[in-house]
């Protein structure tokens, strides 16, 4: 699995501004605005600019398949590639374990001007095939297996897809165009997809936390520094909770506003009760006297 990191040759944060095409490759795309009105500064895989790799496998065909953890940027990278002002488009699902068939392909919806008073109505999945679009399946390993396997057809080459609900339909022909990128977070529990799914992925591409992009975002070093040192916990499977980079816009505003001491405690309330200590040990070699913040005695006594 191809890896953004800051290590091995790979640059996890924005590319130079002196970088030049590569000499295979799709060419740099460059900064692009994801629909929510935040800037997706591109990220380097090898000597490739991440958003035109993405790109170019949805024109070649071949889907793709990121995993990261919470706030790494994995659902980012395709909104800013195929949502952005000059994309194809975007149709998108967000995967948990109540997903059901119908939520992908779509199902019949109550509908006062039809006869039978529904009528049918497609889904994401439905929708990408007839319109030649990307689909992005966000947390797809939470889906459950049996769900997911209503992928399996349209995935494989076939170049068409029965609708599960619709057996009075013909066939539905893929039209150019259409594209699977999905993503998923492999510390979560009970993630799962069966090899038969990922085989269908040519790419796979693990991303981490743009931790260049925090400090751009004026993240103060010290907390930046606490975030990467549990995330090299996590690497090493000593812990599964991270420290996203929404927490960590969350501590440099708070940091401004009541200081730095404050907004570590607070960060340190949210950590989940199961890894606080050993969260507030990584912090106490930054804070000493860092602890999860809780109201004390009286004020000024």
Do not use: C
Not at 45 to 69: F, M, Q, S, T
Not at 101 to 110: A, F
Not at 254 to 279: C, Q, S, T, W
């Amino acid at each position: 699995m191809e890896t953004l990191n800051d290590d091995d040759g790979f640059d996890s944060g924005r590319l130079p501004s002196s970088a030049q095409p590569p000499a295979t490759g799709p060419k740099p795309i460059g900064k692009r605005t994801r629909p929510n009105g935040e800037d997706y500064h591109p990220r380097q895989i090898g000597h490739l600019e991440d958003l035109a790799l993405l790109r170019d496998a949805w024109i070649r065909g071949r889907h793709v398949l990121i995993g990261g953890p919470p706030g790494s940027g994995k659902t980012a990278w395709p909104q800013a590639a195929f949502a952005s002002h000059d994309g194809p488009g975007l149709y998108m699902i967000a995967g948990n374990g109540n997903t059901e068939v119908e939520d992908l392909v779509g199902g019949w919806q109550p509908d006062p001007a039809a006869p039978s008073g529904y009528s049918w109505r497609p889904g994401p999945l439905t929708k990408s095939i007839i319109d030649g679009k990307p689909l992005l399946i966000d947390e797809i390993a939470l889906i459950p297996p049996e769900v997911l396997a209503v992928l399996y057809e349209p995935m494989d080459g076939r170049g068409v897809f029965r609708v599960p609900s619709r057996p009075d339909w013909a066939p539905l022909p893929i039209a150019p165009g259409w594209f699977v990128v999905a993503t998923y977070n492999p510390d979560v529990p009970g993630a799962q997809m069966s090899d038969a799914l990922r085989d269908r992925f040519s790419l796979h591409i693990e991303v981490t936390t743009d931790w260049n992009m925090a400090r751009d975002l004026g993240v103060p070093s010290q907390f930046v520094k606490l975030a990467q040192n549990l995330d090299e916990r996590r690497q090493h499977g000593e812990v599964t909770w991270q420290i996203e980079l929404r927490t960590l816009l969350d501590a440099r505003d708070i940091a401004k506003d009541y200081g730095d001491a404050f907004a570590v405690n607070n960060l340190l309330a949210k950590v989940p009760p199961e890894h606080r200590d050993m969260v507030q040990e990584l912090a106490r070699t930054l804070w000493p006297k860092a602890k999860p913040a809780a109201s004390g005695g009286r004020f000024g006594a």
